[in-house]
């Protein structure tokens, strides 16, 4: 576990970074693919659950700025930064961040958690958010982080332009999920 080791480097005076769920460009998790693969698809309805969901997000290029900085920095010796963005939406306005950068008009459609496929399960209710506060990089470091909306949108575009070749065209689960709804 990372945080068993944060003690033993801080007393050596190393500076932690922790990271959130970083996406953008070569993300080779593809966080966006649960969702970009549907509209690649043209798929026009997806089961979505309640998604709310909260987990703090970070673009790849802010979060590389921030260690960048962290690392040239004084006064981050033997400190913990937490870099994410200073706004955290929830999975299921992510998800419709997602479709717009995409362009898609697809609709997200309300199905019970139970029947909601495997890789659309961050949609569906999650008991316990995932949040930082960043707001000590920020002060430290002058930190800043590039517009939401236009981080997603690279990252999406990247992603529409680099589909990964093991792309899962299956939508039984899908089309069982809405034919529940």
Not at 83 to 88: F, I, K, M, N, S
Not at 128 to 137: C, I, M, Y
Request: with cysteine.
């Amino acid at each position: 576990e990372k945080l068993d080791v944060e003690d033993a480097y801080l007393a050596r005076a190393a500076t932690v970074c922790r990271l959130p769920m970083v996406y953008g460009e070569r993300d080779h998790q593809r966080r966006e693919e649960p969702v970009l693969r549907r509209v690649r698809a043209g798929r026009t309805r997806i089961p979505a659950g309640a998604g709310g969901w909260l987990w703090t997000r970070g673009y790849v290029r802010d979060v590389a700025a921030g260690i960048r900085l962290a690392l040239e920095s004084d006064a981050t010796v033997a400190e913990v930064l937490n870099l994410g963005e200073a706004r955290t939406w929830s999975m299921g306005l992510w998800a419709r961040h997602v479709l717009e950068a995409a362009g898609s008009e697809a609709e997200l459609v309300r199905v019970p958690d139970v029947l909601l496929p495997d890789d659309l399960s961050a949609l569906g209710t999650v008991s316990q958010h995932l949040l930082v506060d960043s707001s000590k990089a920020r002060d430290l470091l002058g930190w800043t982080e590039t517009d939401p909306h236009e981080a997603l949108a690279r990252s999406v575009a990247w992603h529409l332009a680099n589909p990964p070749k093991d792309a899962d065209a299956d939508f039984t689960a899908d089309d069982r999920a809405l034919a529940a709804s």
